[in-house]
């Protein structure tokens, strides 16, 4: 069974730095593009980064660009998202999905979820 779970969710104050993790489990991790997501309350879930199967492609939404980047491990099958700088509006829920495609930048193209992790910036 296909496993994605996050974490390194948590609270941290405005200008503050978080690193998510997902480890995979139960698919070929080197033949899927990885994206991370976000919810935030009342809102849409919203793309924040990708990344192709062997990590050569990197994809952001502008709204973090410069201060998110995301990277993966497929000997470790794990993605990561290291995140600087962080505003109180980055507060979500974030996801991590697996993209059979590699391009891994829309909802509707992910194949598996994982059950989300939360992040809390204060102000």
């Known amino acids: 069974q296909v496993q994605l779970v996050e974490s390194g969710g948590g609270l941290v104050q405005a200008g503050g730095s978080l690193s998510l993790s997902c480890a995979a489990s139960?698919?070929?991790?080197?033949?899927?593009?990885m994206g991370w997501f976000r919810q935030a309350p009342g809102k849409e879930r919203e793309f924040v980064a990708g990344?192709?199967?062997?990590?050569?492609?990197?994809y952001y939404a502008n709204s973090v660009k410069g201060r998110f980047t995301i990277s993966r491990d497929n000997a470790k099958a794990t993605v990561f998202l290291q995140m600087n700088n962080l505003k109180p509006e980055d507060t979500a829920v974030y996801y991590c999905?697996?993209?059979?495609?590699?391009?891994?930048?829309?909802?509707?193209?992910?194949?598996?979820w994982g059950k989300g992790t939360l992040v809390t910036v204060s102000s």
């Open positions: 990344i192709s199967r062997g990590g050569g492609s990197t």
């Open positions: 139960g698919l070929t991790f080197s033949a899927y593009g």
């Open positions: 999905a697996a993209d059979p495609s590699g391009l891994p930048t829309r909802s509707a193209g992910m194949n598996y």
